[in-house]
DNA sequence: TTCTATTTATTCGGACGCTTGACGAATCAA
DNA sequence: TTGATTCGTCAAGCGTCCGAATAAATAGAA
């Protein structure tokens, strides 16, 4: 129990501190050196650590370096969109080996399951290693899924996916269970881990594509809500009548800041026709005035949804992603129209990960859930409770 | 170290089960018989337990009963409203012994300040409770508090108080450090307690009076915000411009849904001179045509409110407060209004503790200070952090 | 009443993990 | 070569926990 608790910060300081020698380890942890010489010794045996050199050039004797070993476990992490499908293999020491991606099978369902597990295979045979070593892997897929169950409650868009046990399979197919997380939520942990929002508690992220969505990042943890649902502001009752019949299938916001929104609203302002809301931000940055309008009133929609945020939850850091928020152009437009409409200023900056953020974020979970696995203390770690109203009696 | 783990989880038993014997206390920790003796020894020796009788009746041996007792200590919970200031008292175990309540002193300032050591000090006597026993006093504050200096922001609706170091001046006062919170987040977590949000994880607390305000309560824990203004939702960008200048000002949401919102709009309705909010409620109650109107108008903007909160936080209940929140005719509209706009229905109540909350809620968090106090595990309970991007090798 | 089964409570011995201090080993600098 | 310094191991001791044995107290059966 109290070995648990030492083996657990040994392992804490070698993931932030490698390579380093035991007498090193002693003096960050606080052991003694004897306790870290058995700690590093079977972490040696388990193959969770490894000799990585000898200390040189200081005064006095040298010192045996030991770092994570990648045989101590792989992880795996995987971005499911419906255009795109990406795959990072990463080791327990949090080192991205490679990164991986193709077009998502257009044939759907089965196809996707076969190219996800085909392409995992594929990297960790590069990269020398078994697919039997990957240890976590977590999947990053559009849509409501479920914190309890881990199930898609929203099939993502992606067709025949909704009939299939997409967690059952795939685990199958893979050989190891898979956690599946939203992928805007993993966009957030992307950008919180290797992105523009490290060692921040207080995040939001806000991801303008083909559809909205938003992440939250409150004390440190994600917010996942009740149902999953948490950031579903497709359905805030911004930028139109919320009880008009497309808001309450679609969601009002969606509906006019979604990609399809905006390419329906330049065209109802006159404008010629295109069939992607990309070329309406081209056109607007060559100096078509339609274009130009079309753009301004989306900003003004983003900055509206980014204010209801902000007065909400008061994040430290708004983060702007998808397809059109990283544009840094829309972007200036958001910020400056949230100046006027938040009651206190707040930090923006546009995705630094971009399309990658989805995969690192699912290769930070995936760690972390292996970290957990080795050293987690689940029960330890929560509060004491308080007690019921009505005090229990114990019957005697 | 191991010990101190002990003594956590047996002072967590007692918590809950009290009165109970060794041997049952033994079986429901896991620890041996003789560990038990030694840590409840420990306990009664530092007053924090004491005997409460024999068990009798079952076969064998009579065991010695043990319970919490109030020499463990006491904790104070004020809620320092701008009507009205209560005090309630609670010893270590979590029984609240008394509350007190007086109409807030009008001259403000160090008056207030005065009249809450009084009734404090009052309220310990009288329960033969001497005010240096208090080992932990929060207090409830209209306003935002910063989470990190814990210092008041925004002064409450209570004259010569701004000016004033309330934290220090009081803490002098009382014999004992206070710590400040939001009085809406304190109704929240009292409602969590006492209330009727029992044991959920996920809550949001719609308070409407005079301001309108939100706590939030996510993943089993208050969000506050990074500079403490979550739950500012009188910014809202709902039911008006928010470019206006009195959105600017006192934020759009609350210049329609506070207090003054719901006279000002009646006014302009062409409604008869009222002075209070309370008075359009009654009148729509009695079937002034207007007054519905105007009631109406008010439940929908709230239900706006909500599903915005809905939309981005997802909570598994919706909880109404504060004098108008709670009025259950309102609450039935808003309700009815919200399953109009949430992309998903989610459960509402009114508050089940009124004006109580906000005390219930300090105590609440007094009670789970003192017991972190002699039982925390703070270091131990952090979650393994990822390494940063850019390994850090150590110098050598 | 006496005896037995049962439960509570204490005592004792042993195991585990941690620390301290001493000591040998290895290295650099003079 | 010598001394200072640091690394790593060994041995001893301490705190905490557990299990087994034992004593104490009680209800129910004989």
Known sequence: MTRQLSRRSVFEALLHRSPISRADLAKVTGLSKQTMSEVVDTFEQQGLVRRVGRTSGNVGRTAVLYELSPEGGHVL???????????????????????????????????????????????????????????????????????????????????????????????????????????????????????????????????????????????GELVRGENGAAGEIGYLPIGGDPLQAESRVQGCLEYQLGAAGIVRRFGEAGGSPVDSAKQVFELAQSGDARAIAVVGETARLAALAAATVVATVDPQLLVLGGSIGARPDFADQVARALVQLAPRPVEIRTSLLGARAGVVGAVSVALRRLHDEFFGVAELASALPLPPPAQRHAPQ
């Open 77 to 219: 992490g995987i971005d499911l969109g419906a255009r795109r499908l990406t795959v990072a293999l990463a080791e327990i020491g949090g080192r991205v080996l490679a990164e991986a991606d193709e077009p998502t099978d257009g044939r759907g369902g089965a196809w996707v399951l076969d190219q996800i597990a085909r392409l995992s295979d594929r990297l960790a045979r590069d990269n020398h290693t078994h697919p039997s070593r990957i240890r976590s892997i977590v999947l990053a897929t559009p849509g409501v899924v479920n914190p309890k169950t881990g199930s898609i409650e929203m099939a993502p868009n992606i067709s025949g996916l909704d009939h299939l046990n997409v967690v059952g399979l795939l685990g199958e197919k893979l050989g190891h269970p898979v956690v599946f997380e939203n992928d805007i939520n993993l966009a957030l942990l992307g950008e919180i881990w290797h992105g523009c929002a490290q060692n921040l508690a207080n995040v939001a992220f806000l991801a303008l594509g083909s559809g909205v969505g938003l992440g939250l990042y409150v004390n």
